[in-house]
């Protein structure tokens, strides 16, 4: 197996993807393998996290967008959901400094409006405070899902129709992708998701539609930048037609 720089060198910087999206699989199940709390698990995902949000910025893809927190990771039991507000919380607060000393915008992406309201303060701060930045546009996925979001622009564009707002027949493509929540951002290039699971779990399913899949069985825990690196070269050896015949 070829290194972290063997591999970057093969990199071509003129293909990278503008956006790719992550689905973080496997803190809980790495926690477990190696005989430790649920916790420590998502602790460690923290730190790889940071190690590719790095990576990011050293390649200079322009938008990465995880997935954090599902609509349905509420099923999980009482402590781990309060375990992940908390990180959430902490991450916001502790980290903000660096996400704007590195460049980085957040937007956090989802119904908000189910998070305690402490935690939204804390991340309404730090969208806020970084708002300005350039270098690396972040979005944080919680409590998404992407059939909620999809029914809440159905629901928008119906009211506005019925109000006289805009005809049926005026409801594009483009004008239904502007009551997404992901409006200001291009839809992802490559998503990746960690932990073996063949399904991208009701992820960005509308911006999806031509996007590049990378699936791995590492965890989370252990996803590398090298791993990282890895999806990026294998994405830049396929050929992307959107639907169109091979040259």
């Known amino acids: 197996m070829i290194g972290e720089e063997e591999i970057l060198e093969k990199i071509d910087p003129r293909k990278i993807p503008r956006h790719v999206a992550i689905i973080m699989d496997g803190n ?21 996290f940071r190690s590719i949000l790095k990576a990011c910025i050293d390649i200079k893809i322009p938008f990465l967008s995880v997935y954090a927190f599902s609509v349905e990771n509420w099923r999980r039991s009482k402590l781990e ?10 991450y916001s607060r502790v980290e903000r400094n660096n996400l704007i000393e590195n ?10 409006e189910d998070l305690p309201l402490d935690l939204q303060r804390e991340l309404a701060k730090t969208e806020a405070a970084t708002r300005n930045n350039d270098r690396l546009n972040l979005s944080i996925c919680v409590n998404y899902g992407a059939r909620a ?19 049926p027949e005026e409801i594009t493509e483009e004008v239904f992708s ?5 409006k200001e951002i291009p839809d992802p290039d490559l998503l990746i998701r960690t932990s073996g ?26 996803f590398t930048r090298r791993d990282f690196f890895q999806a990026i070269y294998d994405y830049q050896m396929r050929e ?5 015949s091979a040259g």
Request: charged fraction near 30%; proline fraction near 3%.
């Open 28 to 48: 809980r199940r790495w926690a477990k393998k190696n005989r430790l709390p649920v916790f420590m698990g998502h602790k460690k995902g923290v730190d790889t």
């Open 81 to 90: 959901v309060k375990m992940l507000l908390q990180i959430f919380k902490y």
């Open 103 to 112: 460049g980085i915008r957040l937007r956090i992406i989802g119904n908000l």
């Open 149 to 167: 979001e999809i029914l809440r622009a159905a629901r928008d564009l119906a009211r506005e129709a019925a109000e006289g707002v805009l005809k």
């Open 178 to 182: 502007k009551h997404l929540f992901t």
């Open 197 to 222: 699971e063949l399904r991208i779990s009701n992820f960005l399913l509308w911006q999806s539609a031509y996007t590049e899949f990378w699936f791995t069985p590492v965890f989370w825990p252990d």
């Open 240 to 244: 992307r037609r959107y639907g169109g």
